[in-house]
């Protein structure tokens, strides 16, 4: 397995990101490989305990996308870039899997541009776990990718959900349900109550009905919760606030420890050819540890390969 990491970018790159991969390597096994992209001399200058490794590979490259760059722009013009050179390798299958805390638009040019998406899929998504109790997660997607969407493509928010919660967290049979602003069928605007017309009968997953906030972090209605980007994006931004709120008072409870971002390094793209994680750009070098370990979840999960078998 060969996984490509982007150590150019994010707001603390390339000292957070080579952190992390130190701090990585001990989980990995003898034929999981790292592939960095990035600036040669500093991650050999930063690395060089671990620079002997053999599971270390370097990609040199020249130039870096800033994080305040316009996306498509960037990645047209800057071919030299750790970014590009990773997704072209990953379009070119030199890689297994790329993982990058750098610009999410331009993240998402690469993901589109080069690796494109699953034919099928009419809009990939971002998705990512909502800590249930210590032990169990809820998939909530999309998370921030596609603020507005229509009834079709939350219903294939509600395949791709199944299968990643299926194939990566070991749920069987998935229940999914969407986020409204009651349970009852009628309730809700135009798109989320066509949404639940296309779902409500349907045999490509486990459907339960709507859901509220209150069921959010909890095991009792469903696995996958389905929402647009805009709703998935504040869900999650709250959850992290959650963390940072109450850490002070309860620094031992696993319970609040779960709601860490850095626990869960990144998210993945659904609906692409190949497993791309996105991590948040104020990733730290125990962010950057999880981000490379998810992605090789996701790559052993073969979770594209299903979502791609799915929608042929």
């Known amino acids: 397995m ?4 982007d150590v150019m970018g994010g707001d603390h790159a390339p000292q957070a990101t080579m952190n992390g991969v130190a701090m990585v390597l001990p989980h990995l096994a003898p034929d999981e490989h790292l592939v960095l992209y990035g600036h040669e001399a500093t991650i050999r200058q930063h690395l060089a305990d671990c620079i002997a490794d053999e599971r270390i590979h370097i ?11 316009h996306p498509t722009k960037a990645f047209s013009r800057k071919q030299g870039s750790s970014m590009v050179r990773g997704f072209m390798n990953l379009g070119a299958d030199q890689i297994d899997g790329f993982a990058s805390a750098g ?19 009419i809009r990939p998504a971002l998705a990512t776990c909502l800590p249930v109790g210590e032990h169990n ?24 959900g199944s299968l990643y919660a299926k194939h990566t967290l070991s749920i069987d049979n998935p229940r999914v349900a969407l986020i409204n602003i009651g349970q009852e069928e009628t309730k809700g605007n135009l798109v989320v109550k066509n949404a ?40 999650l931004k709250m959850a ?18 779960r709601f ?19 991590a948040h750009g104020a990733s730290s070098a125990k962010a950057i540890m999880n981000m490379i370990l998810q992605t090789r979840e996701v790559i052993k999960s073969n979770l594209c390969e299903q979502i791609r078998q799915t929608f042929s």
């Open 196 to 235: 639940y017309e296309l779902m409500k009968e349907t045999a490509d997953f486990n459907f339960v009905g709507n859901v509220e906030g209150g069921h959010f972090f909890s095991k009792d209605k469903a696995d996958v919760l389905v929402c647009d980007g805009f709703v998935g994006n504040v869900v």
């Open 59 to 69: 990609v040199p490259t020249s130039e870096v996308i800033a994080m305040d760059e």
């Open 103 to 121: 610009n999410t638009g331009a993240v998402m040019v690469g993901a589109m541009m080069v690796v494109k998406q699953i034919p099928g899929v």
């Open 137 to 160: 997660s809820n998939v909530l997607l999309d998370v921030g990718l596609n603020p507005d969407c229509r009834p079709d493509v939350l219903y294939q928010y509600g395949i791709l």
């Open 260 to 278: 860490n971002p850095e626990r869960y390094g990144g998210t993945p793209v659904l609906g692409v050819n190949k497993p791309v994680i996105k």
């Open 2 to 5: 060969r996984i490509g990491v």
């Open 240 to 257: 992290e606030s959650f963390y940072h709120l109450m850490r002070s008072d309860l620094p031992n409870s696993p319970v609040v420890n």
